[in-house]
């Protein structure tokens, strides 16, 4: 069974920058587009940026989108979030979601919308 494993995340900085990975790992695995997600305490899970399989359409929430960047590498299978920037409302837990099946664009940024998720990493900013 397929899983998504995420890295990258730990104590930072006010305004240091950081790249998050997600790995799927377990199996094949082809999605249709995969996601970020971020939960703090206490709130509910927020879309960050999401890209497209095929040809690395990006996605992003209003609220970072100057800041945030998604990439996705083939060879490795592996998508990526870097964050420039760090604000202490960026500190949250990070997940990587993934969507096998086609989905409308206006849906990429609803958690509901994505099958699996991984375990989450950590992000801590402080000043």
């Known amino acids: 069974q397929v899983t998504l494993v995420e890295s990258g995340g730990g104590p930072v900085q006010t305004g240091d920058s950081l790249r998050l990975s997600c790995v799927p790992s377990?199996?094949?695995?082809?999605?249709?587009?995969m996601g970020w997600f971020r939960q703090a305490p206490g709130k509910e899970r927020e879309f960050v940026a999401a890209?497209?399989?095929?040809?690395?359409?990006?996605h992003y929430a209003d609220a970072v989108k100057d800041r945030v960047f998604i990439s996705r590498n083939d060879a490795r299978n592996t998508v990526y979030l870097q964050i420039r920037g760090l604000k202490s409302e960026d500190t949250a837990v990070y997940y990587c979601?993934?969507?096998?099946?086609?989905?409308?664009?206006?849906?990429?940024?609803?958690?509901?919308?994505?099958?699996?998720w991984g375990q989450g990493t950590q992000v801590t900013v402080s000043s």
């Open positions: 890209i497209v399989w095929s040809d690395s359409t990006t």
């Open positions: 377990g199996g094949l695995f082809s999605p249709y587009a």
């Open positions: 979601g993934a969507i096998r099946r086609w989905t409308p664009s206006s849906f990429l940024s609803s958690a509901h919308a994505y099958g699996m």
